[in-house]
Nanobody, 116 residues
Framework: QVQLVESGGGLVQAGGSLRLSCAAS????????MGWFRQAPGKERESVAR????????YYADSVKGRFTISRDNAKSTVYLQMNSLKPEDTAVYYC?????????WGLGTQVTVSS
């Protein structure tokens, strides 16, 4: 069983920054990719960013490229999402994801609200 715990959400003005963290309980954290998803009210959950187990490969949704940076610290079993130049349309609940042997694990999410 893998447990994921997100933190770092909050209320920020447009143009501001936040850093999300996701702590994982898995013992083989460095073996699998991690990702961040988000879900705004009335919308489907969407992928925001993903990072390989070694951290050498990353993926970003077009909507966040150049503003968000995903990173990981395998020694701490933690993945981060640095969010800069935030926009009101970034408002959503952000979820941490781990896909292990075809099974998706999710955290409970952290709310990010960007005011205009």
């Amino acid at each position: 069983q893998v447990q994921l715990v997100e933190s770092g959400g909050g209320l920020v003005q447009a143009g501001g920054s936040l850093r999300l963290s996701c702590a994982a309980s898995a013992r083989t954290f460095s073996s699998y990719a991690m990702g961040w998803f988000r879900q705004a009210p009335g919308k489907e959950r969407e992928s925001v960013a993903r990072i390989s187990g070694t951290g050498t490969s990353t993926y970003y949704a077009d909507s966040v490229k150049g503003r968000f940076t995903i990173s990981r610290d395998n020694a701490k079993s933690t993945v981060y999402l640095q969010m800069n130049s935030l926009k009101p349309e970034d408002t959503a609940v952000y979820y941490c994801n781990a896909r292990i042997v075809g099974v998706d694990y999710w955290g409970l999410g952290t709310q990010v609200t960007v005011s205009s």
